[in-house]
């Protein structure tokens, strides 16, 4: 990983600052269990990476293996999909189960259209009758059982841990299907969203500035910053409107260095109707985003007095010293969406930590975003890198300052999204996989190794970054004597990664085998699909009779089995099935039984799709382009496509790859190295076990056995 000099001093900086926060708590009480998540993290990356040095072995995941136990296997839940596993580790019971089973799905008693996220949808089902909240859910998050016990938990953006009323998508005036309250534990601080507008770039020349206004120039004296060649001024012509507040970007340059030369080197981003606030600010607000080009590092922008109390950041990639050639990059606006269940921990984070920062954004590399497109790809790696280390940095400050107002918290649930984001955008590992992906003779021999290896970096430094937020954590819990972290620090993934080289377009397929798409619809996440049928009684309005839903289920499963990849230069000799495990949703054998249309197996639960469908590994329904590319060698490309990124989750979780990581290590934890294969569903019953809490009845994982003796 190249890292700048700002970067390394703002590194050794936060390690200070975190040392102090270490100090603070370590001296009083710590709390007894920390779960923490990094998304994506598999074993065999981190195992290779100790050996390698690129992660040390003696601070974060490999001090907790050093000095506590691992897993060799971790098996996630199917599909292995972030939402899905998240909940499973939380509930102790598989996707089926807990009703959790992608990362967008369709609820049934929602109308036929509709979809929900997995991150905000009912943990344990709901009833489908009115629709109501269930009596009796299928599962049952920890968090429900530990605080009926009174014990104290604490959430730092972990999935499901929202404080929200769940609600029907799609339904007029939709009961509530599952409470808030649980949803919310002691305190609850909820992954953040979008505050509705997105990243955008920006190319400047020098006809773009004038002489900065005199107001311009006073201000700047007021906040004694000095420039030792005339200030400039440009609009960035960036008008949006946040949290019913209007915004109007304008953009001042300095000339920092005292050489007698003309050397513009920072650029001052500000609101033109606030202007340029000399400061001090307190937190969420930022004032002006001062931002020194050479430092390679974004500054936060606040966006005063939005009422989401919502914020973004600029960060600039290219900077000509006579402003011949700018580039910068304005990051979408975020904010963390409150309820009034978790109101106080939330204005919490933002008056000691500040608002959601802004997250690593595929949309930018990928050009999504408008403004992009003649950034060079270095500029655009550039800035992806930033946003990792800045949101990174923002999460494991809001689960510092969690732990610091909660020391005495019996469970602190903690999600960290990296190294997830890096390896879906740099996971290009495999030599079917274009390096260029607007070009599809770029696999093979074709490849750009210049770039295999920088993409090989970019995922090597999303790892070291989660492991510093896990050392972060330790040093702020403390160790003991021996070493150990004074609480029983446990780091789990939600599932492993892998490459994939063929976007799949699965509505086209089905589009192409004469399904109606009034009757038969595909919703899917990564590279599993639930594929639902318009059923009669069960969806609002809904068009299938139960007879003919048997026919139209077999011809789904038949038709999904015909599905085959013939080109040989994606298949590697065989022809390759498109799909490795396909289930149906069981049937009774009376077509007027009141529950048809809604059995359950071990892999398809109740808002499972009628056909659920994971892909072979290579393939994806995600990273189609717009206009598609054509694969090497294939003549149609309705279905099979060229992807524009490179890693995904969500195969069958016995493929090794796929294996999440489990590291433990604490005072409670006295057994020492391998423990050989575990399941994530074993997380919750361990938790519960060491914190001497009974797991409900739902829980389907087994007490893993961290002590000698037992």
Known sequence: MRLSIIILVTFFLSLTANSIVAKSIS??????????????????????????????????????????????????????????????????????????????????????????????????????????????PTADPLWIGLLQNGKKVVSATFPGADGVDVKVPGLSNSPIIQSANKR?????????????????????????????????????????????????????????????????????????????????????????????????FSLPSTGPAYVKAQYKKSSLFYLQGSSNKAGTAFYVSNLAPDLSTLRIARYSANAIPSTPAVQSSVDDILTHVGFWAPQADFRIPEKLSPGFTNFPDSELEAIYEDQVQLFVDYQTRVALRAINQNPNADLVMVYIEQPDGSEHQFLLSDSRQPTDPTNPNTIGAGQNQAKVARYKSYVQAAYQTADNAVQRIINAVGRDKKGRPKSNIIVVSDHGFSSFHTAVNLNNFLKSKGFDSNKVRAVTSGPAANIY????????????????????????????????????????????????????????????????GLGTSEFVGQDTGDVFAIMSDGYNFDGTQNPVVTRLGDTDYSVFSVPNFYGAHGYDPSIPKLSAIFYAAGPDINRRGSIGTIRNIDVAPTINNLLGVPSAQTVQGEVINLKYGR
């Open 27 to 136: 001296s009083t009480l710590q709390p007894k269990v920390i779960l923490i998540s990094l998304d994506g993290a598999t074993p065999d990356f981190v195992d290779q990476y100790l050996a390698q040095g690129i992660l040390s072995p003696k601070q974060g995941l490999g001090l907790i293996k050093k000095k506590g136990v691992y897993a060799e296997r971790n098996i996630t839940c199917s599909a292995s999909l972030t939402a899905a596993c998240h909940v499973a580790i939380a509930t102790g019971s598989t996707a089926a189960r807990n009703d959790i089973n992608a990362n967008t799905f369709h609820l049934v008693a929602s109308p036929f259209t509709s979809n929900i996220s997995g991150f905000g949808a009912p943990i344990g089902g709901y009833s489908t009758q009115e629709p109501s909240e269930s009596i009796q």
């Open 184 to 280: 919310t534990v002691s305190y609850t601080v909820p992954f953040g969203a979008f505050a509705g507008v997105s990243a955008k770039g920006f190319s400047l020349t020098t006809a773009n500035f004038s002489p900065a206004p005199n107001q311009t120039i006073s201000q700047l004296s007021v906040a004694k910053k000095i420039s030792y060649s005339p200030i400039l001024q440009a609009s960035l012509g960036d008008q949006f409107t946040v949290g019913g507040v209007n915004y109007d970007i304008q953009v001042a340059a300095l000339d920092t260095t005292s050489d007698r030369q003309t050397n513009y080197d920072t650029l001052v981003f500000f609101d033109a109707t606030i202007g340029i606030q000399p400061g001090p």
């Open 533 to 596: 049928i318009n059923l009669q009684g069960r969806e609002p309005n809904g068009i299938v009779s139960p007879a003919e839903y048997i026919t139209l289920q077999q011809q789904i499963v038949t038709s999904l089995k015909e599905l085959v990849d013939k080109n040989p230069n994606y298949t590697q000799g065989e022809p390759q099935a498109i799909f490795d495990k396909i289930y149906a949703r069981p049937l009774p054998g009376d077509l007027n039984d009141p529950t048809f």
